[in-house]
Nanobody, 122 residues
Framework: QLQLVESGGGLVQPGGSLRLSCAAS????????IGWFRQAPGKEREGVSY????????YYRSSVRGRFTISRDNAKNTVYLQMNSLKPEDTAVYYC???????????????WGQGTQVTVSS
């Protein structure tokens, strides 16, 4: 069974960068669309970005477009989220998740990691 583990979170100053990793075990990620999500205290979980399994198509929510980059390394069975120019409003627990569906809606994602905290603060 697919298992996902996020890493790379931490405390960073506004304008700084972090790279999150989502490492998979149990099976190959080749056939899964992988999404990154985040949830801030008191708010609903929201989609940040996803990368498809078929042609590598990517999606970004508007508030992170141009600052975040999602990529996948199938040889390492890992998906990354490079986050630049971080803002305090990016503070949240970040989760990666996997689906064999289109990846456009949260209920499609059946495999989730445990999350990693990202805090952007001076």
């Amino acid at each position: 069974q697919l298992q996902l583990v996020e890493s790379g979170g931490g405390l960073v100053q506004p304008g700084g960068s972090l790279r999150l990793s989502c490492a998979a075990s149990g099976t190959t990620l080749d056939y899964y669309t992988i999404g990154w999500f985040r949830q801030a205290p008191g708010k609903e979980r929201e989609g940040v970005s996803y990368i498809s399994s078929t042609d590598g198509t990517t999606y970004y929510r508007s508030s992170v477009r141009g600052r975040f980059t999602i990529s996948r390394d199938n040889a390492k069975n890992t998906v990354y989220l490079q986050m630049n120019s971080l803002k305090p409003e990016d503070t949240a627990v970040y989760y990666c998740a996997a689906t064999t569906g289109s990846g456009t809606v949260i209920p499609e994602y059946h495999y989730w990691g445990q999350g990693t905290q990202v805090t952007v603060s001076s």
